[in-house]
């Protein structure tokens, strides 16, 4: 087909109805049209007016997928532009539904029409599950935040921290209230059981997809990251090798620093905060572990956070999250500082979940367990060995880049420590059975006998308070999930 023979197609699509603008190679209208967007009536209108060699150009809005999914094998190309971008739409003085399909045909066939990538079916999936959840989770916030204001207009205190927990849903119940506050919070309370239903239902979905995916398996090396976030950001990202590098990726999710240079002058402000807020949140919500993290990322947030206020460190962090996450899923490698307990533990959840599948420790049947340490202890394989029981590929050796940078940033240590096998006390407040004497061994005993490679006090992964100090692999919280008040809680 020649190009002279080619048409171009703007549609203005809104929710209820379709302009439909057709031109020819030479810009002449050939064809206006004003119909209903439905599904009968859309494909009504590509069998009739349009043909296998036509363009056609619409705007990125809420339905405009399904519209490109009837369209794309009937005509010759379907382009989605950014309306962001399309200036001449935006910024026109004279703004009808006629004048933008027009303007749209024609940036289409001047080849100045914004683009915007395209997702495939599974993504689109994975997009519309992630939004759903988090509007479940801010429904049940809503809900909650409800509940406590009524509690504080009756000047009642509730006798738990944590309010809905089973105990404090049980004072709920039972706590004497006028009947006004009564019906209210058992209103409350009924919602927010058919939410929990519906987010425990939408949470299997999820955790069984990211156990099938290994781009989340590989994400969830990350610290802060759990599979809610992992699959938040796969959905937002879609194809990683579309972007040239980490920058781009961030910039994508609206992580990057605005810029405004004219001449000499040139000032950097606050974060773009385009792309897709959603998964931006999450990023930011994972980041705020990172002040513990004894590798080279939580280097990096507490020496910015040193010199900035934590909200700047925090962002900055998630921007670094993005990048190194846009490496590693187009090298296909997980995380090289990933702490092997909190990584394995992530993993052990996500395949439980999904599969309700447990793998047995333990000595073999049949043969008598021998105690590695006096009251018990507990094995932490090496990174590469979780990586490998878990099905993910094994880290790569350091650079010799990636060395100086540890070196300068003083977790020589750490790195080294990923690569071992390391043996600790079991936490246990029970002295074993005919072995008073291991439980009678001081805590710098017990300190000098793991080489140094835990604190005074006993801090572990799951300790709520780090130590004093800088953290180390055995003193820091695990790296697994938000806080409570993420939308991944």
């Known amino acids: 087909m020649t190009d002279s023979m080619v048409r171009y197609v703007g549609l203005d699509v809104h929710k209820r109805v379709v302009e439909a603008c057709i031109l020819d190679a030479n810009g002449k209208v050939v064809l206006r049209q004003r119909f209903e967007l439905e599904g009968p009536g859309l494909r009504r209108f590509a069998r009739e007016h349009l043909e296998p060699g036509d363009r056609v150009a619409l705007e990125a809005t809420t339905n405009c997928w399904a519209v490109a999914a009837v369209l794309r094998g009937r005509v010759a190309e379907v382009v989605v532009s950014n309306p962001l971008a399309t200036k001449a739409i935006a910024q026109a003085k004279v703004k009808t539904d006629k004048v933008d399909a027009f303007v749209l045909a024609q940036l289409l066939r001047c080849d100045y029409l914004p683009r915007v990538w395209q997702p495939d079916e599974a993504t689109q999936q994975l997009r519309?599950?992630?939004?759903?959840?988090?509007?479940?989770?801010?429904?049940?916030?809503?809900?909650?935040?409800?509940?406590?204001?009524?509690?504080?207009?009756?000047?009642?205190?509730?006798?738990?921290?944590?309010?809905?927990?089973?105990?404090?849903?049980?004072?709920?119940?039972?706590?004497?209230?006028?009947?006004?506050?009564?019906?209210?919070?058992?209103?409350?309370?009924?919602?927010?059981?058919?939410?929990?239903?519906?987010?425990?239902?939408?949470?299997?979905?999820?955790?069984?997809?990211?156990?099938?995916?290994?781009?989340?398996?590989?994400?969830?090396?990350?610290?802060?990251?759990?599979?809610?976030?992992?699959?938040?950001?796969?959905?937002a990202l879609g194809d990683a090798g579309r972007f040239a590098d980490g920058a781009h990726a961030a910039s994508y999710l609206g992580l990057v620093p605005s810029t405004h240079q004219s001449a000499r002058h040139c000032y950097h402000g606050p974060i773009t905060k385009r792309g897709r807020s959603h998964a931006r949140w999450m990023l930011v919500e994972a980041a705020q572990h990172l002040d513990k993290h004894p590798g080279p990322l939580g280097c990096f947030f507490r020496r910015l956070a040193k010199k900035k206020n934590r909200n700047v460190a925090v962002v900055a962090a998630a921007r670094k999250l993005v990048a190194i996450a846009w490496q590693m899923l187009v090298t296909g490698e997980p995380y090289r500082y990933a702490i092997p307990r909190a990584t394995e533990k992530k993993l052990l959840c996500l395949r439980?979940?999904?599969?309700?599948?447990?793998?047995?420790?333990?000595?073999?049947?049949?043969?008598?367990?021998?105690?590695?340490?006096?009251?018990?202890?507990?094995?932490?394989?090496?990174?590469?060995?979780?990586?490998?029981?878990?099905?993910?590929?094994?880290?790569?050796?350091?650079?010799?880049?990636?060395?100086?940078?540890?070196?300068?940033?003083?977790?020589?240590?750490?790195?080294?420590?990923?690569?071992?096998?390391?043996?600790?006390?079991?936490?246990?407040?029970?002295?074993?059975?005919?072995?008073?004497?291991?439980?009678?061994?001081?805590?710098?005993?017990c300190q000098a006998s793991m080489r140094g490679f835990r604190r005074l006090h006993g801090g572990d992964q799951g300790d709520e308070a780090p130590p004093p100090g800088p953290p180390t692999l055995f003193s820091i919280p695990e790296q697994g999930t938000a806080r409570k008040s993420a939308p991944a809680s």
């Not at 507990?378 to 100086?404: D, F, H, M, N």
Request: aromatic content about 2%; some cysteine; hydrophobic content about 40%.
């Open 128 to 235: 519309e599950l992630a939004s759903r959840r988090s509007a479940l989770v801010g429904q049940r916030t809503a809900v909650r935040n409800r509940i406590h204001s009524v509690l504080a207009m009756r000047l009642l205190t509730p006798p738990t921290a944590k309010l809905f927990s089973p105990a404090g849903v049980a004072w709920l119940r039972s706590v004497d209230l006028d009947a006004q506050g009564r019906l209210l919070i058992d209103t409350d309370l009924r919602l927010a059981a058919a939410i929990e239903t519906e987010i425990a239902a939408l949470d299997h979905d999820l955790a069984v997809r990211g156990y099938r995916d290994p781009q989340v398996k590989l994400l969830m090396t990350l610290p802060g990251v759990d599979v809610t976030v992992a699959e938040a950001l796969v959905a």
């Open 352 to 445: 439980v979940k999904a599969t309700g599948q447990r793998r047995k420790g333990g000595s073999p049947k049949g043969s008598k367990s021998v105690a590695k340490l006096p009251g018990g202890s507990r094995t932490i394989r090496a990174l590469s060995g979780v990586c490998q029981a878990e099905g993910l590929p094994e880290p790569r050796p350091l650079s010799a880049g990636e060395k100086r940078t540890v070196a300068r940033c003083g977790c020589g240590a750490f790195v080294d420590q990923l690569a071992n096998v390391h043996v600790v006390p079991r936490r246990s407040g029970k002295t074993p059975a005919g072995n008073h004497e291991g439980a009678s061994k001081s805590p710098a005993t």
